[in-house]
């Protein structure tokens, strides 16, 4: 039996670059090579693509941009054509490929627009649409339509770069601090600040444009962040939640990538029926923004046991201890069955 080649993208013109790197280290390793052939398509931090035949190990390294076995490559948008093209000394060469996995976090890559290259060029696509994916980037659009279905969201307000600061000032004086300034469009809270008063509210707007052109300040909900993970596309699995419990501040970038002063609860310390309330409100979520295959759906537990909506995340970190993963191995998948799963689903 042939094995099934998946194109894995991965870095992209991105701040979270070197989080796609790791990511995509632990798709490769854990992709069953009985079923598989992973086509590794590693994009640099400029943006240019290569064709990657390397070892793995230089991926997490960040050193496969040197190896020998980079090619300049591009995946070519003709319809049904299915291929990858490489430019060898030799001349051009194709590499068919049977679906493509976009392990790429942020912008560039959890936007919509590499999504919207795979569709266009008819290859199953790993994950998320393009519609998908830029609603759910997008945390001032993502909540709206959050609340049309009847799920609260903390309050906010978005803008761009033309705004009326008193505008911002007022609507913070009326929600109170402390209070979050972020970039609408940007992961791994990067350009995010919690802001205690009013002193530190225009440096932390500064900080977000930075990251994006619009930014969203917005309430802090008191209580505990839970994650859902939910796998599917018509019928939904959902794993374990699981619960972040911080010391102090919030999760930010550090945090999550190193949980230097917090640590994260899988089952959440919840009871039954609150962890049930928790997994259904993930699939409405995951279904009123038109998730397909997998996505983190994360929320706010307040004191009183209320849901609030906070964000989803389409390309969730994938190592073998991140958040996703660590939710669906408590519910008993494992790793490569999770990898196979979702592969699975983009062929249907």
């Known amino acids: 039996m042939n094995r099934l080649k998946i194109a894995v993208f991965f870095g992209g013109y991105s701040s979270e670059y070197s989080v796609s790197l790791e990511s995509a280290y632990s798709v490769i390793c854990n992709l069953d090579r009985e079923k598989y052939e992973p086509v590794p398509v590693g994009i640099t931090e400029q943006g240019k693509w290569y064709y990657f035949g390397g070892d793995a190990e230089k991926i997490k390294e960040d050193s496969w941009q040197q190896d020998e076995s980079c090619v300049p490559a591009v995946l070519s948008p003709e319809r049904g054509a299915r291929k990858l093209l490489l430019f060898g000394d030799n001349g051009v060469e194709d590499m068919t490929v049977d679906a493509a996995f976009p392990v790429m976090h942020g912008r560039n890559g959890e936007d919509g627009t590499i999504q919207g290259l795979i569709q266009l060029a008819e290859i199953p696509l790993v ?11 997008d945390k001032d659009r993502a909540h709206k339509l959050a609340e049309l279905a009847g799920i609260r969201v903390p309050r906010a307000m978005a803008f761009g770069k033309v705004y009326d600061l008193h505008d911002v000032i007022d609507f913070a004086e009326t929600t109170g601090y402390p209070l979050f300034v972020k970039p609408v469009k940007a992961g791994s809270s990067y350009g995010i600040t919690r802001v205690p008063d009013r002193a530190n509210l225009m440096e932390a707007i500064r900080l977000a444009f930075r990251y ?3 930014v969203i300040v917005e309430e802090a909900i008191p209580g505990f962040e839970v994650g859902c993970a939910v796998l599917g596309n018509n019928e939904l699995i959902t794993g374990e939640v699981d619960e972040i419990e911080l010391a102090g501040g919030f999760f930010d970038f550090t945090e999550k990538y190193t949980l230097k002063t917090s640590a994260i609860h899988v089952p959440a310390r919840v009871d039954q029926e609150t962890s049930r309330r928790l997994k259904e409100t993930a699939k409405v979520l995951y279904k009123t923004l038109g998730c397909t295959g997998f996505a983190r759906v994360d929320m706010f537990l307040t004191p009183n046991k209320e849901i609030v909506f906070n964000e989803i995340n389409t390309i969730p970190g994938f190592t073998e201890h991140s958040r996703y ?3 669906m191995k408590a519910a008993g998948f494992s790793f490569s069955e999770i990898l196979d799963r979702v592969i699975t689903l983009a062929l249907e």
């Open 127 to 137: 994950g998320c649409n393009v519609l998908a994916s830029a609603l759910c980037m």
């Open 212 to 214: 994006d052109n619009e």
């Open 325 to 327: 993963p660590g939710m």
